[in-house]
């Protein structure tokens, strides 16, 4: 309860933060103005996105891996952001990738490999795990466009945020646990692998 607490104050307080980078109304451009407020708005949503990765990785009780979640976000951010301006038709399955290979991150026994490894461990749950989050991801992008269309302004751009982050939270989650391994379970060892012995000692 305390976690899920601590999650809504950040999905909260990116959404906050993204709403009073947008109040002003700077016009986008190379002015000092709009560097600072694109500048504050992209090291929000690094802020966010690590605290919800790491807050994921204290399941179980374990110390989760800050400095690794800060490392994925940043990578993930500046890939999907490339994509999205080379071509805007890549966002969602960047997006896709990005949530698969970062959301783990926290995790304690995390590799850079545990999300892509969730497919082998559990393969229908991931490919169900997936079209979820497509779907997910083409709902958010639609109701981006009518919050633009309807809602303008800093109150478009808090409801955006705040329903886009709750959102993601959720998807982050449900990645994060697929990709964690079971306690006890040694890298590179397959469950046959950890029966073999004791059934060749009987």
């Known amino acids: ?10 999905v909260l307080a990116n959404a906050m933060v993204q709403a009073l980078c947008v109040a002003p109304g700077v016009t986008p451009a190379a002015s000092p103005a709009f560097l ?29 891996r800050v400095l690794r979640a800060l490392a994925a976000v ?24 990005a949530l698969v290979s ?22 229908t749950r991931a490919v169900l795990l997936a079209v979820l989050t497509v779907l997910a991801l083409v709902v958010l992008s639609t109701a981006a466009v009518l919050f633009g269309f309807f809602v303008t302004g800093w109150t478009g751009a808090l409801a955006t945020w705040a329903f886009g982050g709750a959102i993601a939270a ?4 449900a990645w994060a646990r697929l990709a964690a391994r079971p306690r006890g379970s040694r ?16």
Do not use: Y
């Open 1 to 10: 309860m305390k976690r899920a607490a601590l999650v809504g104050a950040v």
């Open 36 to 64: 600072g407020l694109l500048a504050a708005s992209v090291v929000a949503l690094v802020a966010a996105a690590t605290a919800l990765i790491a807050l994921v990785g204290t399941i179980g009780g374990r110390r989760p």
């Open 74 to 97: 940043v990578v993930s951010i500046v890939v999907v952001g490339a994509l999205a301006i080379v071509s805007p038709a890549t966002l969602v399955p960047a997006l896709l990738v």
């Open 102 to 123: 970062a959301s783990p991150a926290g995790n304690a026994q995390a590799t850079p490999l545990s999300g892509p490894r969730a497919f082998t461990r559990h393969p």
């Open 170 to 173: 959720v998807l982050v989650h």
């Open 187 to 202: 890298r590179g060892t397959s469950q046959d692998e950890r029966i073999r012995p004791v059934a060749v000692a009987r």
